[in-house]
Every structure is written in structure tokens, then in C-alpha cells.
């Protein structure tokens, strides 16, 4: 009698499916195509992608690289199921990291990993990168979508993104005339943007909030969906305004650290912050996180961006010159205080004011 072998096992069999990954590639061409400029078709398929620097019309430039993620805000997209909004998140994250250093981002990558793939849900993500990347100006090139069963729980995934910018040699920030008496100019966030995530999703399990619940600060929308509200991406205005009036002297994002560790990233020794509270309009979230938590306003101040996503800093002589040109691309500054003299003692970035009245 002839022994039967049992039936050979196969990848799909534990758990990768290399099919569904073709078939989400053949997908989202159409979204990449959608993202092409200057030095870059934006073609995905091969080993890796190409920009060309000249093409683009730089002449001597230095380049810029960052990269970053979304964090635990994408345990909300997957536990409401919303997944068109993470991409532009995780574009964000990164593009202005670039363009406070005053680079043009030209490239962006990202990495997609997940136990299962669920393939309608990769569309939809990597759409959002995909209007990421065309609010910021970015090709996107290429990506990575690991399926990795038995490393992540089916259903959830992780983003990385990677970005590539460029400013020609001698135009990079923060500028080495940035002193006491400039001023600091504020641009507005969407919301609670890309960090500080943990403390919110604590806050509403605290309050057994459901993200299907009518949020307590945007009742028109659910709380899960009014939180996925997508990071600001700030690159085509702040371009136009440095190349307009080239009086932006420094840029700082504000994120994870707020403003006590992010302002300071981008001013030379001796330099502090006078931060005037009662300039910040808070968006209506932080207001609610800070009552209904019993958060701190130190805490607050640290953890997220209270309402300001962007700060530039500018010659006093030149505020107006460059909110003007930022009004011009849709953008209203508020002017929050200026940079002093600091010896080492004290906080660096000192507040007057109150974030919330």
C-alpha cells in the first residue's frame, strides 16, 4: 500500500497572502500616478525609485531627510474603521519636518506592515498618503507593505513614512541672525494632529466614551471620526512666504514636547521665549481634554499643540510682511510673543496669559 504524503504547505497557508499584495499594488497605481512633479513620474513597480534634482530646478542643493509615524491616533482608525485620513496624517508628520528647515520636500516613501491584509483598507490609507502627498507638493515613490502574521493582531497595522526635500546651499533654516527681539508668529492646527495620543484615548476610556459617541467638542461628528481630524500639512504656504519676503528666520513644528521643547530647538544660546497664552485661540478639543481630564495647563503645554501647529520666527520690522504673504495663501498668523534674552535660569520658554479663560 502506497503511503499518502500530506499536501505541501504553502506561504498563503501561514498567513501571506502574495496575491492580495499584487492586487493592492495594481490598486493604488492610479493614487501614485496622482502625485507626480518635476523630478519624479511617481511610477511604483521596481526596486526603488528615482528623483531627479535637476529636473526639478535646483541648481546646488543640499537635501533633507525625515521620517516618522502617526502613533497611537491609528489605534482609533482601526477601531472605528476609517482609514482615508492616517496617510495624510503620516505625510504631515514628516513634510513639515522638512519645511521648517526651509526644504521643498520632493520624495516620499512609506512603510505598511499589518498581521492580515486587508486590502480595501491599504487602498484607503495609502489614499490618504496619496493627498498627502499632493497638499505637499511630494512625489510618491515607493513603499514597503509587510505582512507579518503572528507579529501584529489581524486588524492592526503600523505606518512609517519617509520624506526627501531640498534647499539650495545657503537658504536652509533656522537663519544664524536669529536674536532677542524677534518676534514668533503662530499658525493654527486642526486639532490634536499626530502625538499625544495615549493621554487622549486614556481620557476617554476614563470617561467610557464610545468612538461611535457624538464628540463632547464637535457634536455633529463622532468622537472617533472628529479625532481623525488630519495634521495640518503647512509646506505650500510657509514656501510662499520665504521665498516671498525671505524674513522667516526659523520655523519650529509643534509637536510631541509642545512648546517648551520644541520652540528651543531652533534658537541659538541665550536665546529664550516670553509666550503670551492669551494670543492662542485653543481648538475646542483641547478645551474639553483639559476640563473633563483635570489636565494641567503645564501639561497641556507640553503634551500637545493647544491650537498653534507652526511657529515662525521674524524680525519685528517684518511681522506684517509676512502675514501678509501668509494671508495670501490662506493662512492667519497671530503674533504670540517674542524671543528674549536667557541666561540659563528660569524656563526657557516663559508664558504670561492663561490658554484658557
Known amino acids: 500500500m502506497t503511503e499518502q504524503k500530506a499536501e505541501g504547505l ?16 495594481d490598486a493604488i497605481k492610479p493614487l501614485v500616478r496622482s502625485t507626480r512633479r518635476p523630478g519624479a513620474d511617481a511610477e511604483i513597480g521596481g526596486f526603488g ?13 543640499i537635501l533633507v531627510a525625515a521620517n516618522d509615524g502617526v502613533g497611537t ?17 503620516l ?9 521648517v528647515q526651509g526644504a521643498e520636500p520632493l520624495l516620499f516613501l512609506d512603510y505598511y506592515a499589518t498581521g492580515k491584509l486587508d486590502p480595501a483598507a491599504a487602498v484607503e490609507i495609502v489614499r490618504g498618503i496619496a493627498q ?8 510618491l515613490i515607493g513603499g514597503e507593505t509587510a505582512e507579518m502574521p503572528g507579529l501584529y493582531a489581524d486588524g492592526d497595522y503600523d505606518l512609517a513614512g519617509f520624506a526627501v526635500g531640498a534647499a539650495e546651499r545657503g537658504q536652509l533654516l533656522p537663519h544664524d541672525d536669529v536674536r532677542p527681539g524677534d518676534v514668533l508668529l503662530g499658525l493654527p492646527s486642526s486639532g490634536v494632529h499626530s ?3 495615549s493621554l487622549v484615548r486614556r481620557l476617554a476610556a476614563n470617561l467610557g466614551l464610545d468612538w461611535s459617541a457624538p464628540a463632547p467638542f464637535a457634536p455633529e461628528k463622532s468622537l472617533g471620526a472628529a479625532l481623525l481630524t488630519p495634521t495640518r500639512i503647512y509646506v505650500k504656504p510657509l514656501l510662499a512666504a520665504i521665498r516671498k519676503t525671505g524674513a522667516i528666520k526659523a520655523l519650529a513644528h509643534i509637536t510631541g514636547g509642545g512648546f517648551p521643547d520644541n520652540i528651543p530647538r531652533v534658537l541659538p544660546e541665550g536665546c529664550g521665549v516670553a509666550l503670551n497664552l492669551d494670543a492662542i ?17 503645564s501639561e497641556m503645554l507640553r503634551t500637545f499643540n493647544c491650537g498653534v501647529g507652526m511657529v515662525a520666527v521674524v524680525a519685528a520690522d517684518k511681522v506684517e510682511a509676512v502675514r501678509t504673504a501668509l494671508l495670501g495663501e490662506g493662512e492667519k498668523a497671530v503674533v504670540l510673543g517674542e524671543l528674549t534674552a536667557w541666561s540659563g535660569d528660569g524656563e526657557r520658554v516663559a508664558t504670561r496669559g492663561r490658554l484658557f479663560r
Not at 498627502?132 to 512625489?139: F, K, M, N, T
Not at 485661540?281 to 495647563?297: K, L, Q, S, T
Open 73 to 89: 491616533k491609528l489605534k482609533i482608525a482601526i477601531d472605528t474603521g476609517i482609514h482615508d485620513t492616517v496617510g495624510i496624517d
Open 281 to 297: 485661540d485653543p481648538h475646542p478639543v483641547f478645551r474639553w481634554m483639559a476640563e473633563a481630564g483635570n489636565i494641567a495647563e
Open 132 to 139: 498627502g502627498c499632493r497638499d505637499a507638493g511630494c512625489a
Open 91 to 99: 505625510v504631515a508628520m514628516c513634510v513639515n519636518d522638512l519645511v
Open 49 to 61: 525609485g528615482l528623483f531627479d534634482l535637476k529636473a526639478a530646478g535646483f541648481n546646488d542643493p
Open 10 to 25: 504553502t506561504y498563503a497557508q501561514s498567513g501571506v497572502n502574495i496575491d492580495a499584495g499584487n492586487a493592492m499594488v
Open 195 to 197: 502625538n499625544g495620543f
